[in-house]
């Protein structure tokens, strides 16, 4: 580790990040600090990349879109004692009024990987987001749903990060982590308060990139992708993470 990611360094990277929730309601979290709290380089990104291959069409669009691949997890986490409890697998499902476009239905995606599951970067990315959560809140048990993303885009397709637009997603915290960007343009991230006033924008550009947004305070919105190359594959594939108090 280098002498300007040492240990005091990354907790106090940590400390912004939850006084920055605190404070405003959100954290933009960058790679290179990022790589350090999850102690990932280059290699581990690549390996952690891979497992987007894997994800599954999403059925249930009301767009009728075919453009969204996931997977889906659900778990408990005790943050103080670094704990992951994985939960029964379940349908995932939204009030309408949290999402209009496909809420209201029991949506029975397929279950998170073994090989995903066993990535250290997994473990890692979601214990080091209990830590920052836990200091901004004051707990320490939390409730919390992976959802591994991968948006298509072709020139028949546009592809559709939030397809239902502005939007909060019904959680305490929701984060998204960039993995892959991959011959794509557009998927800027913007953040918005509840009186419509523009708090950010920004593209997630590198693998580690990770915006950390108080859920009930600031509502998200992401620009739709299209094809650099129009004749190459094109997706944008992000880590979602919820947690909610238990």
Known sequence: MSDAFAPTTLAAAESRAADDLSAQGYHLLSAAPQSEL????????????????????????????????????????????????AQPHAPYAQD??????????????????????????????????????????????????LHPFRIVTSPGQVGKPAPQGRHRDGSTYVTSLLVNRHNVVGGESSLYSEDGEQL??????????QLLVDDRRVLHDVTALQPVDPTAPAHRDVLIVDFDLL
């Open 96 to 145: 309408l009024t949290v999402n209009p476009l496909n809420g209201g239905q029991q949506r029975h995606f397929d279950p998170l990987t073994e090989e995903f599951l066993a990535d250290p970067l997994t473990r890692a990315t979601v214990l080091t987001l209990g830590r920052i959560f836990s200091a901004a809140e004051g707990v320490s048990a939390w409730d919390v749903k």
């Open 200 to 209: 950010l924008a920004v593209t997630l550009a590198e693998g580690g990139d």
């Open 38 to 85: 999850v102690g990932a380089g280059a290699e581990d990104w690549a390996r952690f990349a891979r497992h987007w291959d894997d994800l599954t069409v999403d059925r249930y669009m009301r767009d009728n879109g075919t453009y969204r691949y996931r997977r889906y997890g659900h778990f408990h986490l005790d943050a103080a004692a670094g704990t992951l409890t």
